[in-house]
Antibody
């Protein structure tokens, strides 16, 4: 059974770096044909795709966040991570990790709330 | 990149049929997917690749598509179907393929 679990600080100061990790169980993140995504949801708002890392290690980012974003993977730990630099209050959101198989998101983590505040 | 537009909140009487729509140019090239999200929970895939249901999703959920519009239909809505529903598709208008989500539609079951 595929499971994803986000972890990381729930509070980040403005201008600092938001760092989150998604731990995956039930499947290797190196498995062919899957991509590993970050998606966020601002309080009371809709879903926003952030970016993903493919099974090959290639990354794709949302153009609106690309300049501040880094997604990486640690295959030895079966984890992938998000780093978002220079955060502001506008980055306060619930952050989800999710798997896609090319055409839809079939497994999601439970989400973690990250608040940007001094 | 393009966008997906969902309609206003929908109310449906218990046991009746609810329909939620999603419009966007990307739907002319890619199938729509639909997710159900209840408060404080992660989204759950209810329809993928236009009209396929994952295991465990009741058959009262169905979907269709025509041109740039996709629709999710819940036939015989139940109280547990009250949730936010999001459509989603791929998008290839940028420099590389990425993902789009609609703004969500709140479904209330009366």
């Amino acid at each position: 059974q595929v499971q994803l679990q986000e972890s990381g600080p729930g509070l980040v100061k403005p201008s600092q770096t938001l760092s989150l990790t998604c731990s995956v169980s039930g499947i290797s993140i190196s498995s062919r044909d899957y991509h590993w995504n970050w998606i966020r949801q601002h309080p009371g708002k809709g879903l926003e795709w952030i970016g993903y890392i493919s099974y090959t290690g290639r990354t794709y980012y949302s153009p609106s966040l690309e300049s501040r974003l880094d997604i990486s993977a640690d295959t030895s730990k079966n984890q992938f991570s998000l780093k978002l630099t220079s955060v502001t209050a506008a980055d306060t959101a619930v952050y989800f990790c999710a798997r896609d198989e090319g055409y839809y998101f079939d497994h999601w983590g439970q989400g973690v709330l990250v608040t940007v505040s001094s | 990149s393009s966008e997906l537009t969902q309609g206003p909140p929908v109310s449906v009487a218990l046991g009746q049929t609810a329909r939620i729509t999603c419009q966007g140019d990307s739907l002319r090239s890619y199938y729509a997917n639909w997710y159900q999200q209840k408060p404080g929970q992660a989204p759950v895939l209810v329809i993928y690749n236009e009209n396929n249901r994952p295991s465990g999703i009741p058959d009262r959920f169905s979907a269709s598509s025509s041109g740039n519009t996709a629709s999710l239909t819940i036939t015989g809505a139940q109280a547990e179907d009250e949730a936010d529903y999001y459509c989603n598709s791929r998008d290839n208008t940028g420099s590389h393929p990425d993902w789009l989500f609609g703004g969500g539609t709140k479904l209330t079951v009366l």
